[in-house]
């Protein structure tokens, strides 16, 4: 009987103690405030419990980052709680009391479409401000909102707030048109695209059609969406009469649904071979001048009413002559070359027209290979031709390089620097449109090596000067190329050395323009001995600002916040 007893007395002690340790949840010690920097089991209980209601779907690893305090944030705000992103005692009270039961609230109803007012209220953002990472398993809103956005620009996607492998091979076909990184899953660079693009368009129509443009897209993608949609369209129309005449005049800088029409009607009588993306930016310029001149109308690049005239007519004059990229071999007897400056040019064609290129280039003392092959070491002759004279830099031989370049008055090499891209103290400015905000480790760091050349761009001043890769860690190291490019960087940061740093315009080797943050000041060691330079600088890219605060609280973190700011300036968007 004692024994027993025993037995008993110890059950009711192991019962009190579980049910002492189950009342944590709720008794006064549960409520420790949890805020970014936060880390440990609570943050982890934080997070199953925001993931079970739909709000957060990033790793549960007890640290309490920026996408924990993103989901806590709109917890609170779908919640009528002050959304300040820190769990205090009445964010966990209201949320354990939802989340811990095994039916778990979700975090909005799974209707069967978005309304038509939310989907067009861009201007508070399709995702709200939360780009944190949604993927296989994820769901509630943020899923529903994606596959709503895929749905309106007429990809195939299954609907009702998970995250499928219907819906993740969406987002691939999606990520890999667009040229970003396939990966299934919807990061903050893939969401933030889609609601760029649904800012752009005013119908569905106009959405479908710019995506139905787009290189890779294929019948498969292009499957009937929900009913809540549109008809995809899954070719750019071939007639003038299914689209929408701009109602002003466009010219660069210019975008949204004006631009969208522009470059699909030009994409559609060969004039225009890029992303169908609303930008007004270099490519579309070139092609509104090559159609103008094949049209007898003053070639500016402007597209204005006499333009539209010529352009949204049956009889619209199609782009023969423009050369598109192709895989087909290089002929063993190459065409006689032809100097035509009607044209455009780009990576990826082979013909007489490249030859021909390459040909002029190499008579004025540019590092080119004549073979009619238009590879990487004709883009960057190019580019360095344009920066050389004047032109806009971005690798693409249109009607102004190819004019200028044929004229006999155009600019060779400086002296020194024959077989480099050229420094100048002043290039064309990018356009807005044209910069992204890059990621270091994820875009940029991977598409560099060492030896390659940057030109940057300082948008305070006009200056450009042209870097070159000295190694890669968590940011990029690089040094001037030439005394040239020195001067041109020391005057554009007041006459001095300073670590004082600025944000700038990187044009990268693949063509890409990305902001980054740098400084002039030389330190330890470099390896070009006549750049008047004694040392290397640095360059700063995107970079997670957790990740930043843990390995470069100083400096690191400094140049981080000068990126965001800039970005903000261009742009209204504020990253995390």
């Known amino acids: 009987m004692r024994r027993e007893r025993w037995r008993k007395w110890l059950c009711l002690a192991l019962l009190a103690a579980l049910l002492t340790a189950w009342s944590g949840l709720s008794g006064a010690e549960s409520w420790q405030k949890l805020k970014f920097g936060s880390n440990g089991p609570k943050v982890v209980l934080l997070q199953q419990t925001l993931a079970r209601l739909g709000y957060y779907s990033g790793a549960l690893d007890g640290k309490y980052g920026r996408g924990t305090e993103a989901a806590v944030r709109n917890y609170q705000a779908a919640h009528g709680l002050q959304a300040d992103g820190v769990a205090g005692q009445k964010t966990q009270s209201l949320l354990y009391s939802q989340g811990t039961a ?38 509630g809103e943020r899923v529903y909102r994606l596959q709503a956005a895929l749905v309106r620009l007429g990809w195939a996607s299954d609907t009702g707030g998970s995250y499928t492998a219907a819906t993740a091979a969406s987002v691939r076909a999606f990520q890999r048109a667009q040229g970003l ?18 800012g752009a368009y005013n119908t569905d129509e106009e959405a479908q059609a710019a995506v139905a443009a787009l290189p890779g897209r294929t019948t498969a993608q292009a499957a009937a969406p929900a009913a809540t949609a549109a008809p995809a369209v899954t070719a750019a129309p071939a007639h003038a009469g299914t689209l929408t005449q701009p109602a002003g005049t466009l ?76 895989a087909a071999p290089v002929a063993t007897a190459a065409p006689q070359p032809q100097q035509n400056t009607n044209i455009i040019l780009s990576p990826g064609n082979q013909n007489a027209h490249v030859r021909a290129l390459q040909e002029a280039l190499q008579d004025l003392g540019y590092a080119v290979t004549v073979n009619g092959s238009y590879d990487s070491r004709t883009k960057t002759a190019v580019q360095a031709f344009q920066v050389r004279n004047r032109l806009y830099v971005d690798g693409v031989a249109g009607p102004k390089t190819l004019t200028l370049l044929y004229s006999g008055s155009a600019l060779g090499p400086a002296p020194a620097e024959a077989s480099s891209p050229q420094a100048v103290s002043s290039v064309n400015a990018p356009g807005v449109g044209q910069i992204q905000l890059l990621h270091w480790f994820n875009d940029v760091k991977p598409a560099l090596k060492n030896r390659d050349k940057l030109l940057v761009y300082d948008p305070a001043t006009g200056l450009s000067w042209t870097l070159q890769v000295l190694s890669r860690g968590r940011h990029c190291d690089a040094e001037p190329l030439t005394a040239e490019d020195t001067a041109a960087m020391v005057k554009a940061f007041g006459n001095r050395n300073t670590w004082d740093q600025k944000a700038v315009y990187v044009h990268l080797p693949d063509g890409r323009w990305s902001l980054a943050s740098t400084h002039d000041m030389p330190h330890l060691s470099g390896n070009i001995k006549s750049n008047n330079f004694d040392g290397h600088l640095c360059v700063h890219f995107l970079r997670d600002m957790a990740e930043a605060e843990k390995n470069d609280p100083n400096y690191g973190v400094a140049n981080q916040k000068t990126i965001r700011a800039k970005w903000k300036a261009l742009t209204g968007q504020t990253v995390d």
């Open 102 to 139: 095994a039916e778990a609230v979700p975090a909005a109803p799974q209707t069967a479409a978005v309304p038509d007012a939310e989907v067009n209220a861009v201007s508070d953002g399709w995702f709200n401000g939360n780009y944190a990472t949604l993927a296989q398993g994820s769901r």
């Open 181 to 198: 990184t396939a990966d299934g899953k919807a990061g903050w660079r893939t969401l933030q695209w889609l609601e760029r693009l649904l």
């Open 251 to 326: 010219r660069p800088g210019d975008r949204g649904s004006g631009v969208i029409s522009l470059q699909t009607r030009l994409k559609a009588l060969g004039y225009y071979s890029g992303a169908v993306d609303g930008k007004y930016g270099s490519g579309t310029t070139a092609a509104v001048t090559a159609f103008q001149r094949r049209a007898g109308l003053t070639a500016d690049g402007v597209a204005g009413k006499r333009t539209y005239a010529r352009l949204y007519v049956d009889s619209a004059p199609t782009a023969a002559a423009v050369i598109q990229p192709t």
